[in-house]
């Protein structure tokens, strides 16, 4: 793929530093934080937050490095899977537990991400799926997993030995600030000067390696942190909903975060946050309904593609920007 | 009886011949994809998509009309041909000139829409689709007893394959449709009607996912989800092979299928994933591809 023609698409040019609408954004946000649960049932909130910060750690990969990945319902269903096992079998404290899957969800992403970044742009997203297909037949047949029946009841256990997590908020407050630290630690990275190279290499491969950098290190960490991050959202599923399938790592997850980031506007920071909210909503709104699902998720990728490549974030930048000139 | 390897002849020689048959489809497959790729830049993952509409369309024309095989195995994929025209006319062809990225995504969202359509439909449990009766018994040549319906698959996809392979390399259309790879202004230019070449290699991609899957109907039952397994392994074959190559696409298709059921025989556990590691051994030390040639 030509990588000087994805400039105009992929890219949404942010200003560095926190201007006085990035502080009003926080606070919005924190505000939204602290209504929600008392607004909508707090296991659904937790469930937006987790796959928010999926959605966003994916984002890194695609928005700001330029790199599809087909598979990253390995690291979230693979984190989920270890922290599911580390807190119900080996009696791991919650925390400890996520942060178990969180460095598995490292491991796998080290591992796939040595092997897919040798190939670039549209083999780079089939090579992805096809690895992620094999690690989905992997946890299929390892043990531990228990197969089609999954890891089920795990226990949400004490935080630190203290605070008991069954109690709905509590479990709330800790999702809460697993979703902060993963934004904060995303965004830290998307606005240094190593998010600055990652740019580099979306805008222009071929010119980034002229200017010496190592392309394919960069790719890699980039790939890895945003293997993390996703499995931080794994993990932290897995301790919210007490259980861990098949379903996580499944290659229709890899398509519904890529749906997510894609909606709500690719390479923006704000985007796969609106993008998850709005399909986990939709996911609620129609599981009542008989009516399949895919169809409805197809036809949204098929609305995106067609009518707003840059998703709603996108496009309201976009039209802040005219407004402004005006 | 004969052993190699510590495993008897006839159990090899089976599993070898189930390996060919399923490489057949590979083969179907990933020269469609390839075709596809070639001209319209597009990694077309509906392709799965469109090998289940094969098998379902001459399932649905065997039941209501009661056609028999050998008209189906050519009405069905007609079908098919003409609805992903369609798909091209309206869909694909406005996003000529966009990263390539674009056109797997929005297949990915046409491939959701028709399994989940026909899942909506038909349910997740497979129909069953009988094989024609000229094909339906098997002979013993000594040393393996061979299945006349399975023998007939590889044959026939082989024909078709190296058919395909002509008419690309040898014929007047073919010239033009490489000249269209190459350089898609100047074709225009001399008058040709590329738009149109366009929506035909769609429509004939279809046609070979389709005619793969009307032949595949008799085996493995006719269900909503039996493209989207298999276009992963595809998608890993192509990978393997490279896109670059015609015949390479078929040849890399064989010899996986091959594979894949050599190691049913030595390690069944990893005869699901062997195509995959294969394709990771590949990407170590080519990236490229066997056979490609850009990266």
Redesign the interface.
Known sequence: ?SVS??ST??AAKERAGLPRKGIAVVAAILAALIVAPFMAYPVFVMKLLCFALFASAFNMLLGYTGL?SFGHATFFGGAAYATAHAVKVWDFEPLTGILFGTLCAAGLGLAMGV??I??????F???T???A??VY??FL?AGFTNAEDGIQNVPRGRLLGLIDLSDPMAMYALVCGVFLVGMAVIWRIVHSPFGQVLRAIRENEPRAVSLGYRVNRYKLAAFVMSATLTGLAGATKALVFQIATLTDVD?HMS?EV?LMT?LGGVGTMLGPVVGAGLIVAIQNVFATTG?????I??????LC??LF?KGIIGTLHDQWRRYGRK | MADIFGIPLPVLAGQLLIGLFNGAFYALLSLGLAIIFGLLRIINFAHGALYMMGAFAAFLLGEWFGLPFWILLVAAPLIVAIFAAAIERGLLTHLQGLDPLYGLLLTFGIALIVEGLAQYQFGVAGQNFSPPSALSGASNLGFMIMPHYRAFVIVVSLIVCLATWALIERTKLGALLRAATENRPLVEAFGVNVPLLLTATYAFGAFLAAFAGVMAAPVFQVSPLMGSNIVIVVFAVVVIGGMGSIGGAILTGFLLGLIEGLTKVIYPEASNIVVFVIMAIVLFFRPSGLFGKTA
């Open positions: 793929m023609d994805t698409d992929f599809l092997v897919a040798r190939r670039q742009g549209i083999y997203a089939m090579t799926l096809a690895l297909q094999m037949f992997l047949r290659w398509g890529i894609l009516f399949p699902l895919s169809v998720l197809g036809i949204i990728f098929v593609i067609m490549r």
